[in-house]
């Protein structure tokens, strides 16, 4: 059986802050060696050369040092999520997941939630956006899968990953190889990452069949409902964490999710909420909330019609400002007026993520 799990939503001051997960370790709320994963967001262009991501991780890792027994090689195998990024209204924070004693959490035959985590093979540049990514990427959700204690995999509400996208420099390395990539354009390889990343969990949780090379970023129609999938420069494989509900584990958190059909659907957001376990009004309100939220982690895309609800839009058209950054923008706003809370998960580049235009909503809540 999994350990409890006690999970809080913290603020970074600034880009390189993690004072107040230190906070959370003297103040006896969470230990430094249970601390089993982080999943954030940091202030930068959210690009592949968004180096907030490495800032913020080393700031993390070294508390996690600093005030625990593991050595730096131990910390360096905990997943720690960075999506790049806080466009508009969202504000720059970490959500922190830590096991707690089961003495110590409430007993409960509900289920509750619970977390596992993996990390994949290494993911080489010739393997993004291919099978070879797909399959990799699987093995290691259904790794995850089984340390979190899910037998079920209805029970699985959210999958977060990080993996490699490419650079130049390992573009170089596989053709020193003579090995081929999908794409030369860095830029473009985060959504080919972060796709091929969505399909590879889809496949480990029996939403989809396994895909062809060819489907990865054109058959649009393959998703997964409870992928959310980020990409950078920080790592060679495939960080792997896995949340879901599992009877009888204990503690105070449920987990549930949705899907946002398209950048508007705050009723997506609402719908998560609920399948987390809070009873809520016809027509709810942030105030109905009533401090039970402790997060929403949403994913976004700019519809490939350039439309929302029949109407046209210039997102994918704007030389000026990249479409990923107006996406994200856009459904952080609608996620926040939905909280009441800027603090929110919303991530861009959500190919093979819910559907298109769209995207998948994980919500933690206490539900009391």
């Known amino acids: 059986m999994p350990e409890p799990i006690e999970v809080r939503k913290v603020p970074l001051h600034h880009v390189s802050d993690a004072s107040e997960l230190a906070k959370l370790i003297d103040g006896g709320v969470l230990e430094a060696d249970r601390v089993i994963a982080v999943i954030g967001k940091t202030e930068?262009?959210?690009?592949?050369?968004?180096?907030?991501?490495?800032?913020?991780?080393r700031a993390f890792r070294e508390v996690l040092v600093a005030k625990g027994a593991r050595g730096a090689d131990a910390v360096a195998q905990v997943p720690i999520v960075w999506s790049g990024g806080t466009d508009g209204v969202i504000s720059p924070h970490a959500t922190i997941f830590a096991t707690v004693p089961a003495d110590r959490a409430a007993a409960t035959s509900e289920p509750r939630l619970a977390v596992g985590f993996a990390m994949s093979e290494p993911l080489l540049p010739e393997d993004i956006g291919r099978t070879a990514m797909i399959t990799k990427v699987a093995a290691a959700v259904t790794e995850a899968v089984g340390r979190a204690g899910i037998t079920d995999p209805a029970d699985v509400h959210y999958v977060q990953t990080k993996t490699p996208l490419l650079t130049i420099r390992t573009i170089r390395d596989a053709k020193s190889r003579g090995q081929s990539v999908w794409t030369e354009?860095?830029?473009?390889?985060?959504?080919?990452?972060?796709?091929?990343?969505?399909?590879?969990?889809?496949?480990?949780?029996?939403?989809?069949?396994?895909?062809?090379?060819?489907?990865?970023?054109?058959?649009?129609?393959?998703?997964?409902?409870?992928?959310?999938?980020?990409?950078?420069?920080?790592?060679?494989?495939?960080?792997?964490?896995?949340?879901?509900?599992?009877?009888?584990?204990?503690?105070?958190?449920?987990?549930?999710h949705a899907v946002m059909r398209d950048a508007l659907d705050a009723d997506g957001i609402w719908a998560a909420i609920r399948d987390a376990g809070l009873e809520l009004p016809a027509r709810p309100h942030p105030d109905d909330l009533g401090g039970r939220l402790v997060n929403v982690f949403l994913k976004c895309e700019a519809s490939q019609d350039g439309q929302v609800r029949g109407w046209r839009n210039a997102m994918l058209d704007d030389s000026d400002v990249h479409w990923h950054r107006q996406i994200k923008a856009c459904v952080g706003g609608v996620a926040s007026a939905v909280t009441g809370d800027p603090a929110v998960f919303v991530s861009v580049s959500a190919a093979h993520q819910g559907p298109d235009g769209g995207g998948p909503v994980a919500a933690i809540v206490e539900p009391g």
Request: aromatic share 4%; glycine share 16%.
């Open 44 to 57: 930068g262009n959210g690009g592949v050369n968004d180096y907030t991501r490495i800032l913020a991780d």
């Open 185 to 256: 354009n860095t830029g473009e390889s985060m959504d080919l990452s972060n796709g091929a990343a969505a399909l590879g969990i889809a496949v480990a949780l029996g939403e989809i069949p396994m895909p062809a090379d060819a489907d990865v970023l054109h058959s649009r129609q393959l998703y997964s409902c409870v992928a959310s999938c980020s990409s950078g420069v920080e790592l060679d494989r495939a960080q792997v964490v896995v949340a879901g509900n599992v009877r009888g584990v204990g503690g105070r958190y449920r987990i549930g």
